[in-house]
């Protein structure tokens, strides 16, 4: 590392407030924006933050996304920070290509408009029945997470698996524990090894009575074993879960704290698209992205060698004033947020962000309608927030109406 470089840092975490990411690393994209930083477990990499380095190390092949390679976890691991093993077969998202562009074909070939218009309607099937569930318990307040933002990405992806509904519950309890990181290693790898038995199950039974879903489709194609089939639907639950169940959440818990920006999306509905992008941009969901340098290389101006990882701040990127104005730090629904990296960049970008920007449209339209006095039922700094979660967001949103 140059010796006109600061001292390293350490991945800030604490937050100044629920919507905005930790303060320094502000400072450090103003400062420092390739800057060195210390891993818990003693590597020595970087910590980028300006908008222009983390969309072009995203797409960069020099930046590997290997899981084995960028294995330096930034962040204390509640399970220690000992080397992770290649990505199982069909866990795409820790492989570069040529294996890697190999499963994303198959998978995005499957994410056709033919079948997202086909969960059109059974999503607004799981929303509406949400509302009424949250409705029935008669007392006009409910906690949004349990109720709402949680069961839907859930049950969507159950739709997608084709998951039959009698199994949906069995399905869910072992998504459930496998992401409680309070569950502790044991108890997370028990939830682990039954979702790959439940998947295990549910392929063979495909095999035998193929459906119009996700995993029948890959596997009328014939070119996946069976466990390449697991690994590709355990991907789909990781990455589309959790992200799309903590987005609603924190999406409704910043309408609801900024209600100028609510009244705004109630008198114009038709702002829905705009502001879900917006949100996607606003909002800090992840620590960032993970890539290691495969060779040595530079950074604006800033040597990195082989074998260093990158920690890529998406929500520092989405707030650069260089790119989205001096206001970045606003929420402002009318802004026009494109290019934003909530959904990364390059051949990584996500592959569920139509199914997500859906669920958000028909989450958001179907809440704001059914609940024109909707309000939190406590004060803002009463929600607990998933700061210990790698995935950020709330554990519980108690809403009123
Ligand atoms: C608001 C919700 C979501 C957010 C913010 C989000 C965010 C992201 C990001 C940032 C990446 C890139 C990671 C990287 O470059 O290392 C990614 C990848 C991915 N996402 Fe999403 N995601 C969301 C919802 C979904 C949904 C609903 C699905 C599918 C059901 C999904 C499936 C995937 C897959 C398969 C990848 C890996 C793509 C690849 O490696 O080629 N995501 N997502």
């Known amino acids: 590392m140059s010796d006109s470089l600061p001292a390293p840092v350490r991945l800030p975490t604490e937050r100044p407030s629920a919507f905005d990411p930790p303060t320094e690393l502000a400072e450090l994209r103003e400062k420092c924006p390739v800057a060195p930083m210390d891993f818990p477990d003693g590597h020595q990499g970087w910590l980028i933050t300006s908008y222009p380095e983390v969309r072009s190390l995203l797409a ?79 007392s006009r307040e409910a906690d949004l997470v349990e109720h709402f933002s949680q069961p839907i990405p859930a049950l969507v992806i159950c739709e997608l698996l084709g998951v039959p509904v009698e199994d949906s519950e069995r399905f869910r309890g072992a998504i459930r524990s496998f992401f409680d990181l309070n569950s502790g290693r044991e108890e997370s790898e028990k939830a682990f090894a039954a979702i790959l038995e439940y998947l295990g199950e549910l392929i063979t039974r495909k095999r035998a009575e193929p459906g119009d879903d996700m995993i029948s489709g890959l596997i009328s194609r014939d070119e996946l074993t069976d466990q390449e089939l697991a690994g590709i639907s355990l991907l789909l639950l990781v990455a589309g879960y959790e992200t799309t169940a903590n987005m609603i959440a924190l999406s409704v818990f ?66 650069d004033p260089a790119r989205y104005g001096t206001d ?55 929600v607990p927030l998933r700061d210990d979660h790698l995935i950020y967001g709330t554990h519980r949103l108690p809403i009123a109406w």
């Open 60 to 138: 960069d092949p020099t930046f590997s996304a290997r899981q084995e390679l960028h294995h330096h976890a930034p962040y204390d691991h509640p399970f220690g920070t000992e080397q992770i093993a290649p990505a199982e077969p069909g866990f795409f998202i820790g492989m570069d290509a040529p294996e890697h562009s190999r499963y994303r074909r198959l998978v995005a070939g499957q994410f056709t408009k033919r079948r997202i218009a086909q969960l059109t309607p059974r999503l607004e099937e799981i929303v509406e029945s949400c509302l009424d569930a949250m409705e029935a318990g008669g």
């Open 328 to 382: 970045a730090d606003r929420l402002d629904l009318r802004r026009s947020a494109t290019g934003h990296v909530a959904f990364g960049h390059g051949p990584h970008q996500c592959l569920g962000s139509q199914l997500a920007r859906l669920e958000m449209r028909t989450a958001f339209t179907a809440l704001l309608r059914r609940f024109p006095g909707l309000r939190l039922a406590v004060a803002p700094e009463d």
């Open 254 to 319: 910043a309408l609801v704290t900024h209600p100028d920006q609510m009244a705004l999306l109630r008198a114009e509905p038709d702002l829905v698209d705009n502001a879900i992008e917006e949100l996607l941009r606003y909002l800090p969901l992840s620590a960032g992205g993970m890539r290691a340098a495969t060779q040595d290389t530079d950074v604006r101006g800033t040597p990195v060698k082989g074998g260093e990882c990158v920690v890529l701040s998406l929500a520092a990127a989405n707030r």
